[in-house]
């Protein structure tokens, strides 16, 4: 199975600040077809997750731009350029590559 | 608007079984692998079961296997999911996921509960 590990586990950022939450797999997820399938969730408190970001870089439709995906094999990065009190959460990476998928263990991100 | 509504959580006795059920909308149903991820009290999302929307092939995490089986009805635009022989440790709330592999569409959630 693929093993996901996120860091930091916890993120206390302050309002206006950048964070940024890594994400490693324990094998590549770049795809015969040579997509990476690297995606990355938000879940707010009391919510269900929300997808936030697809196959690495690319965000879905509503998601601020503040938001950015990057990286490749099996390092990849979640960048919040300028933190808002809405981006309070727990935020999951996923790899859709090889079956049963795995999340990360989950970074909760809170305000200082 | 996409819509997946689930139902059929519950209080069930450790062996009992229970029947999820996700009934979706304002997408091709049909045409998409549908998922089942579970989330147990204050902690992390586990992916349990997948159906794909070409050939109807079934994945089960080992934790399940032999004891949860996944189902579509397409006609209904309705998923599905057969809980036997609960264990305490399959309490957790229950997301239907839609639209593909790549989750992009998520449910309410449905809670589950296993205890005497």
């Known amino acids: 199975d693929v093993v996901m590990t996120q860091s930091p586990l916890s993120l206390p950022v302050t309002l206006g600040q950048p964070a940024s939450i890594s994400c490693r797999s324990s094998q590549s997820l770049v795809y015969s077809d040579g997509n990476t399938y690297l995606n990355w969730f938000q879940q707010r408190p009391g919510q269900s997750p929300r997808r936030l970001i697809y196959?690495?870089?690319n965000r879905d439709s509503g998601v601020p731009d503040r938001f950015s995906g990057s990286g490749s094999g099996t390092d990849f990065t979640l960048k919040i350029s300028r933190v808002e009190a809405e981006d309070v959460g727990v935020y999951y990476c996923m790899q859709g590559i090889r079956w049963p998928g795995s999340f990360g263990q989950g970074t909760k991100v809170e305000i200082k | 608007e996409v819509q997946l509504v689930e139902s059929g959580g519950g209080l069930v006795q450790p062996g009992g079984s229970l029947r999820l059920s996700c009934t979706a909308s304002g997408f091709t149903f049909s045409s998409y692998a549908m998922s089942w991820v579970r989330q147990a009290p204050g902690k992390g999302l586990e992916w349990v079961s997948g159906i794909s929307g070409s050939d109807g092939s079934t994945h089960y995490t080992d934790a399940v296997k032999g004891r949860f089986t996944i189902s579509r009805d397409n006609s209904k635009n309705t998923l599905y999911l057969q809980m036997n022989s609960l264990r305490a440790e399959d309490t957790a709330v229950y997301y239907c996921?839609?639209?593909?592999?790549?989750?992009?569409?998520w449910g309410q959630g449905t809670l589950v509960t296993v205890s005497s």
């Open positions: 996921v839609g639209g593909g592999w790549a989750c992009p569409f």
């Open positions: 196959k690495v870089s």
